[in-house]
C-alpha cells in the first residue's frame, strides 16, 4: 500500500479541493444543484480516486484510480472556465484556480506517466 500523504499530486488536489468549495460558496442559488454541485463533486473525487487508488495492492488498480483522478481534474479545469465565462467567479479567483487545476493536472499527469515507464 502507498501513502498519499507522501504525494506533491495529493497535496495539490486537497489544495484544489478546498478552494474550489470556497470560491463555489458565492455561486448564484439556482445553481446550488448545477455547476455547484457538479464542480464540487468533481473537485472531491480527485483526492478520493488518488487515496482509493493509494489502498489498492496492484500497479494496474494505482493507475487506474489515477487516470480518472486526472480525468477529474479535466472536468474541473473546465467547470472553473464555465463559472468565470458565466461570471460567477472574479477574475483574479478564476486565475488562480485555473493556474492551480492546471499545476495540479500537470503533476498527475508527470506522476502517471512515471507509472507507465515503470511497467
Not at 444543484?33 to 457538479?38: A, E, M, N
Amino acid at each position: 500500500m502507498r501513502d498519499y500523504h507522501k504525494l506533491r499530486a495529493f497535496e495539490l488536489v486537497d489544495q484544489l479541493a478546498l478552494e474550489i468549495y470556497k470560491c463555489t460558496k458565492s455561486f448564484p442559488k439556482e445553481e446550488m444543484f448545477g455547476l455547484t454541485s457538479q464542480i464540487r463533486r468533481a473537485a472531491v473525487s480527485v483526492p478520493s480516486n488518488i487515496v482509493e487508488g493509494c489502498a489498492k495492492s496492484s500497479q494496474a488498480d494505482y493507475s487506474r484510480f489515477l487516470e480518472i483522478a486526472y480525468g477529474s481534474v479535466c472536468e474541473v479545469e473546465y467547470q472553473i472556465s464555465l463559472a468565470d465565462r458565466l461570471g460567477y467567479l472574479d477574475s483574479q479567483s478564476a486565475k488562480e484556480t485555473a493556474s492551480l487545476a492546471s499545476e495540479t493536472g500537470r503533476v498527475l499527469n508527470g506522476l502517471l506517466r512515471s507509472l507507465r515507464t515503470e511497467a
